[in-house]
């Protein structure tokens, strides 16, 4: 009986965390070494449409925001700028930056915007025409970040996501990924030449960093009551292990011979 109830409570648990588990899908899946899609269609700030793979001819800094973040897409893109200041390498002669938002619903006015107020803030001559912002239908949003193994989650009207950026080869290929907001500058220009070379190398700092949104979810009756399932089905199954284990066995009784 003992172990039947050990069996039921390790059988919870696993039920438990399922339920838990089952809407994590967010963060970085690497796909160092895969080449991206070319085919995808993005809009620029001028709401011209562009082919991604026209758009990559050197080492390519990707990152993948939202321009109405609350959380981490603002520092992601700091951090870009950041580099761009400090790296000794030249914008647009060694490498450039693409930035695409994931929000459909976010427009090419709305990217020129975000673009003008970073570019401001730079001091250099290369950053209009090679720090360039977009946005995309939802289709192409899936496509490029499936690929790039760039996950998110929408929530509300907003998106769960992981803070890094990636860095592609000429050939779209993806070279390394830079988890959290800020790149060392000199680990910024092994990389680019790295990318450059058409090497790709598994990165070795993986803290990421996770934008949440705090704002009640739609759904949020139907979660409260997915997950108290779960809770109520692992305090079940302890509470029928303390009964069994404490029960005891009962008598057996054997014939008497003498008789």
Same mark, same amino acid.
């Given at each position: ?54 758009? *990559? ?61 970073? *570019? %401001? ?20 949003? %899936? ?9 998110? %989650? ?6 769960? +996501? ?8 000429? +050939? ?33 700092? %993986? ?17 409260? *009551? ?15 292990? *303390? ?17």
């Amino acid at each position: 009986m003992v172990r039947k109830a050990a069996y039921l409570l390790f059988y919870a648990l696993v039920l438990a965390g399922n339920v838990w588990s089952q809407d994590n899908t967010y963060g970085i899946l690497q796909k160092t070494g895969q080449v991206l899609p070319e085919d995808v269609i993005l809009t620029n700030e001028n709401s011209e449409l562009v082919r991604f793979g026209d758009l *990559i001819d050197r080492p390519t800094l990707l990152s993948f925001v939202y321009y109405e973040c609350p959380g981490l897409c603002s520092p992601v893109m700091n951090g870009i700028a950041e580099i761009i200041r400090k790296s000794d390498l030249r914008l647009g002669r060694d490498y450039q930056v693409i930035t695409i938002s994931v929000d459909y619903r976010e427009s090419a006015s709305l990217a020129r915007s975000k673009k003008a107020s970073y *570019i %401001k803030t730079l001091q250099n001559t290369g950053a209009q025409q090679y720090w360039q912002f977009y946005v995309a239908d939802s289709t192409a949003i %899936k496509t490029l970040t499936d690929a790039a193994g760039w996950e998110f %989650k929408r929530t509300g009207n907003d998106f769960v +996501h992981s803070a890094a950026t990636i860095l592609v080869t000429p +050939h779209r290929m993806i070279s390394q990924y830079f988890y959290g907001t800020f790149i060392l500058p000199m680990h910024f220009h092994l990389a680019v030449n790295d990318a450059r070379a058409e090497l790709a190398d598994a990165s070795r700092m %993986k803290d990421q960093k996770y934008c949440y949104n705090f704002e009640k979810p739609v759904n949020e009756t139907y979660s409260t *009551i997915v997950h108290s399932a779960g809770i109520g089905v692992l305090v079940l199954a302890a509470f029928l292990f *303390i009964w069994l284990s404490l029960t005891p066995a009962p008598k057996q009784y054997s014939k008497d011979k003498s008789t």
